[in-house]
Each structure stands twice: as structure tokens, then as C-alpha cells.
């Protein structure tokens, strides 16, 4: 039994760390189409804001995907959210109803990417198949 909880662990972390570390790729292949809807946001400096929060989730991807630093790959990833999901999905300011209700659901999905992330924070360091060093 414990064999299959470190393999769902290792395999959960992969998937997540991909997940976080190709989002943040996007913020930088897909710069401005990320600052032009950022600046429609009223982000000041939205393609430094952009570059910015590209690393915050390549840094938390990276984090979670190899078990290095993970209070700092994590806290990157709440850096990341807690901003980006009131400014950019600010639901509560839009009165058409179809897009209000998108920009309910891309909310309520950071809230529970940025719970889940901070769930990381429970778990015994090093992880399980980490590249940390062995305490």
C-alpha cells in the first residue's frame, strides 16, 4: 500500500509540476496576447507583469516537479495566484452574464489550484523521489 501512495505522489507531482512549469512557458511564448489582455485588466507594466508571474509559476512547476525548495516553489505559486485571480478574474465587476460566469469559473479554479498547491506545504520534506538530499 505505501508503495502505490509514493507512486501516486511522484505521479501527481509530475503531472502538477508540468502543469505549472508549461503555464508559465505560455507567459513567455504567448507574451502579448498575456500583456494586451493584462493592460485591458489595468496591470501596470503588464508585459513585466506577465514575465513576472511566468516565473513565479516556472518556479513553483519546477519546485513541486522536483521536490527542491518546496516551501519556496509553493509560496512562488501563492505569490502567483492570489494577485492574478482578484485582478484578472474579477468576476464581481461584470455585468455581461456570459462572461461572468467565466470569470467565475477561471476564480474559483486558482482558488483551488492555490488551495491544493498549499497542501504541498504538509508533507514531510524531503519528498519522496525528490532531489533534495536526505535529511
Do not use: C
Request: positive net charge.
Amino acid at each position: 500500500m505505501e508503495a502505490i501512495k509514493n507512486i501516486g505522489f511522484l505521479v501527481g507531482r509530475i503531472i502538477v509540476g508540468v502543469y505549472y512549469s508549461m503555464a508559465g512557458i505560455e507567459h513567455f511564448t504567448g507574451l502579448q496576447g498575456m500583456a494586451q489582455y493584462a493592460a485591458s485588466k489595468g496591470v501596470p507594466l503588464p508585459e513585466l507583469a506577465v514575465l513576472f508571474t511566468g516565473v513565479l509559476l516556472l518556479v513553483g512547476g519546477l519546485s513541486v516537479l522536483t521536490g527542491l525548495f518546496p516551501i519556496v516553489g509553493i509560496g512562488s505559486l501563492v505569490v502567483f495566484f492570489l494577485p492574478v485571480t482578484i485582478i484578472m478574474h474579477d468576476f464581481w465587476n461584470i455585468q455581461d452574464p456570459q462572461m461572468k460566469m467565466i470569470q467565475t469559473i477561471q476564480f474559483m479554479k486558482n482558488m483551488g489550484l492555490m488551495g491544493s498547491a498549499m497542501i504541498f506545504l504538509a508533507i514531510p520534506e524531503p519528498w519522496k523521489f525528490s532531489l533534495s538530499k536526505k535529511k
